[in-house]
T-cell receptor, first 112, second 116 residues
């Protein structure tokens, strides 16, 4: 089983739609969680951290479910500019230090 | 201020040659990470440096791969005897490192390596 699993998509949605992505992780000791965004042929950039209580940033809402070991990202009122690959990232503190594991990403295409 | 920079931006080499990739982190960032991203794939962790601690090399795929970091500045990733399977974008990221693993990573633009 992969350490971090995501549905690769693509998710094709019309502008204005609400779309949600899930990500599951295998190590229950994972400590911190993030969503990164990667545009085509660009480097990843942090979209938002994911807190236990859930957090919202404008049209974006992130949730964490430790019991079921998944995190989610909800995008409301999607824009054309939201088209990108969304990477789920999980941090695990090991004896050798911190290790961030990236999922393979979920591709979103927002269409007119 | 300046972000993470990497050089070269593109590198084409012949199978069997050695290559050296460079990363200049953001000034003051104590943590530095190297990742590999093959075409259409996710990011693959390679190595992590934190201050003066021993690096976490758990992601290096073979002994052909090595990386060094001078203090809390420049890092170089060296791939010896390159193989075609090494073709990928190599991304470097740095972070403040005050709370390693929880603070934001800033990525460089990557080096696109093509092994012929």
């Amino acid at each position: 089983r992969k350490e971090v699993e995501q549905d690769p998509g693509p998710f094709n949605v019309p502008e204005g739609a609400t779309v949600a992505f899930n990500c599951t992780y295998s190590n229950s000791a994972s400590q911190s969680f993030f969503w990164y965004r990667q545009d085509c042929r660009k480097e990843p950039k942090l979209l938002m951290s994911v807190y236990s209580s859930g957090n919202e940033d404008g049209r974006f809402t992130a949730q964490l479910n430790r019991a079921s070991q998944y995190i989610s990202l909800l995008i409301r009122d999607s824009k054309l500019s939201d088209s990108a690959t969304y990477l789920c990232v999980v941090n695990l503190l090991t004896g050798g230090g911190n290790k961030l594991t990236f999922g393979t990403g979920t591709q979103l295409k927002v269409e007119l | 201020g300046a972000g993470v920079s990497q050089s070269p931006s593109n590198k084409v080499t012949e199978k069997g040659k050695d290559v050296e990739l460079r990363c200049d982190p953001i000034s003051g960032h104590t943590a530095l990470y190297w990742y590999r991203q093959r075409l259409g794939q996710g990011l693959e962790f390679l190595i992590y440096f934190q201050g003066n601690s021993a690096p976490d090399k758990s992601g290096l795929p073979s002994d052909r791969f090595s990386a060094e970091r001078t203090g809390e500045s420049v890092s170089t990733l060296t791939i010896q005897r390159t193989q075609q399977e090494d073709s990928a974008v190599y991304l470097c990221a740095s972070s403040l490192g005050r709370m390693p693993g929880t603070d934001t990573q800033y990525f460089g633009p990557g080096t696109r390596l093509t092994v012929l």
